[in-house]
């Protein structure tokens, strides 16, 4: 009687140690599901373009945080002034494409909302008011942890009339005209890169 006693209570204490290493487990998964949210392989030109399904150059005209599936987002208002691809095709009338879709929202996981907690994602791209960039996203309405292509790899400023992205690198013409990324990269005017990013775009076309 004493020894099935003994063992039933070896048992009631071995209970909260496996509960603890489910719940463990769930921590380590949630974790690994944050890290690959954050981790992002270094993409080269040509594979961050065939990946954008919408590519615009335009102005941050709005910045604001909100709740969605229990979890904070911010996100970005942008008046565009130039399609580039659209919905993966080619923009064959870019005054047409202005009149149908004039502004567009991203949205990136993080910020701080009413009703949620805090979240902060390292690496995260930021945008801020009055800014002109170049974005290469994955797609206008769909939501993953960064809407741009390699997270935030698909990011240039509007900097002197240059394209610059955050590592520093120069998106430009290179001396035989051809669109390069890199330090080297002279830098063209930025409609002129916009027009070879176009060209580029065409030649690539969209990744399966």
Do not use: H, K
Not at 29 to 55: G, W
Not at 83 to 93: F, H, I, Q, T, Y
Not at 171 to 190: H, K, P
């Amino acid at each position: 009687m004493s020894g099935r006693a003994s063992r039933s209570t070896r048992r009631r204490r071995r209970a909260p140690r496996v509960a603890f290493a489910l719940l463990a487990a769930l921590a380590c998964a949630a974790s690994s599901s944050v890290a690959s949210a954050t981790a992002a392989v270094a993409l080269d030109l040509d594979t961050m373009l065939s990946r954008s399904v919408d590519a615009f150059f335009g102005e941050v005209r709005a910045v604001r945080s909100e709740a969605f599936e229990g979890e904070p987002w911010t996100v970005v208002t942008i008046t565009v002034e130039r399609w580039l691809r659209s919905g993966g095709a080619p923009v064959e009338d870019a005054s047409d494409e202005l009149d149908r879709r004039p502004d567009v929202e991203l949205a990136f996981l993080g910020g701080d909302a009413p009703g949620v907690a805090r979240r902060s994602v390292a690496g995260m791209p930021t945008l801020t008011l009055g800014e002109r960039v170049l974005l290469l996203s994955y797609g206008v309405g769909t939501r993953y942890a960064s809407n741009l292509v390699g997270f935030d790899q698909g990011l240039f400023r509007l900097v002197d009339d240059a394209w610059t992205d955050d590592d520093g690198r120069t998106l430009g013409l290179g001396a035989d005209g051809i669109l390069e990324l890199g330090v080297g990269a002279s830098t063209a005017s930025a409609n002129d890169v916009l027009d070879a990013v176009i060209a580029r775009l065409s030649q690539v076309g969209v990744a399966p």
